[in-house]
Structure formats: C-alpha cells, structure tokens
C-alpha cells in the first residue's frame, strides 16, 4: 500500500528534511509495532530512530516506496537481531562471569578449610557442647535420628510425640548445629542434613 508520493520520494533523493519528516511520520509509529514484536518497547523505539539515521546518512537511491519500505525494514529488522545477539552475548557473558566467581569463591573456601586432625577434634567438642544445650526431648529425638538413624515416624511412635514434633525437634537441633558448626559446615553437612 503506497501511502507516499513519487514526489516525496523524489525529495527524499534530494535530501529534503520536509520530505524526511513525512516520511518519519509515517513509518516510524509502523516500524516501531514491527520492532516490539522482537524487542522491548524502549529498544525498539531506539532501534527505529537508528534505521532512520543511517537511512539519512546514507541516502540511497530511491525508486518507489516498496524499495524504501524493503530499506526501512531491512534496516530495523538488522538492528533488532544485532540487540538480541547482544543480549545473548551479554547473558552468557554474565553467567560464565558468574560461573567462574562460584569456582574462585569455591577454590578460596577449599583452600581455608581446615581438616587437620585439631579441626576435627574442635568439631566433636563443638557437637558436644551442642547437644548438651538443646533441651532435653529435643536431644533425645536429634540423638535418634542422626546417631540411630531411625526413621521420624519410629521415633515419634517410641517417644509417644506426633511425627510433627519430632520434625519440629530436629529442626530446631539442625539450627543449633548450624549456628555452632558454621565454620566446619563443608566437613559435617551430610551428618547434620542427613
């Protein structure tokens, strides 16, 4: 549908700025529906004032208005692919960037983690200190399920406790541990998640 005339289009040769505003105020509201169907709304706007900067820097021959519409298009329909390739480029980027932060930040913890025989002995003191502050029940339900490896619903049956306090019990011990064995966590998670 040809909305402009061979005139404007003559003019638009000429590099008329009359002839370029009727142009833009035609195609822009056009080019940008077509563009934020590919990008977000503010990108596309950008995106097709760009097309039209480089369409009056570069002024090209024109002939009919379907080769400046292939021209306007052509150009948006580019300058979208380049931003999402950007993106694209900027995502992975970002999560190889964080990806290698997560392996220093591992390697610097590996490197600090004490295991020598001292850390070890500090931890069994440190458990035991541990369960002899929790109170009395919740020692006895911990004690069960990590030194007896009985089930939660055994427990709850052998203590006459419903399933949901032996499960309120150990959570509450799994904390403490949690608070006391902070700096030893790598070397006793599975005892104490288990």
């Known amino acids: 549908m040809n909305v402009l005339s061979q005139e404007v289009i003559e003019l638009l040769n000429r590099k008329q700025e009359a002839a370029f505003e009727v142009l833009f105020s035609?195609?822009?509201?056009?080019?940008?529906?077509?563009?934020?169907?590919?990008?977000?709304?503010?990108?596309?706007?950008?995106?097709?004032?760009?097309a039209f900067v480089s369409f009056w820097e570069k002024n090209p021959p024109l002939y009919s208005e379907p080769q400046l519409q292939s021209y306007l298009y052509t150009v948006v329909k580019n300058n979208c692919l380049m931003r999402l390739r950007h993106e694209k480029?900027?995502?992975?980027?970002?999560?190889?960037?964080?990806?290698?932060?997560?392996?220093?930040?591992?390697?610097?913890?590996?490197e600090q983690l004490?295991?020598?025989e001292g850390a070890f002995r500090e931890i069994e003191t440190i458990i035991g200190k541990t369960l002899s502050q929790l109170p009395g029940k919740c020692r006895e339900v911990f004690l069960l399920s990590r030194m007896e490896g009985r089930k939660n619903h055994e427990i709850a049956l052998a203590l006459d406790i419903s399933d949901k306090a032996v499960e309120a019990h150990i959570t509450r011990a799994i904390k403490s541990f949690r608070v006391a064995l902070r700096d030893f966590l790598p070397l006793v998670s599975f005892w104490i998640l288990s």
């Open 26 to 50: 035609l195609y822009y509201p056009r080019l940008v529906y077509f563009a934020k169907e590919y990008v977000p709304y503010e990108d596309a706007k950008n995106l097709v004032q760009d």
């Open 89 to 110: 480029l900027e995502k992975r980027y970002s999560e190889l960037a964080e990806l290698k932060l997560q392996k220093d930040l591992h390697l610097l913890a590996l």
């Open 114 to 116: 004490d295991t020598t």
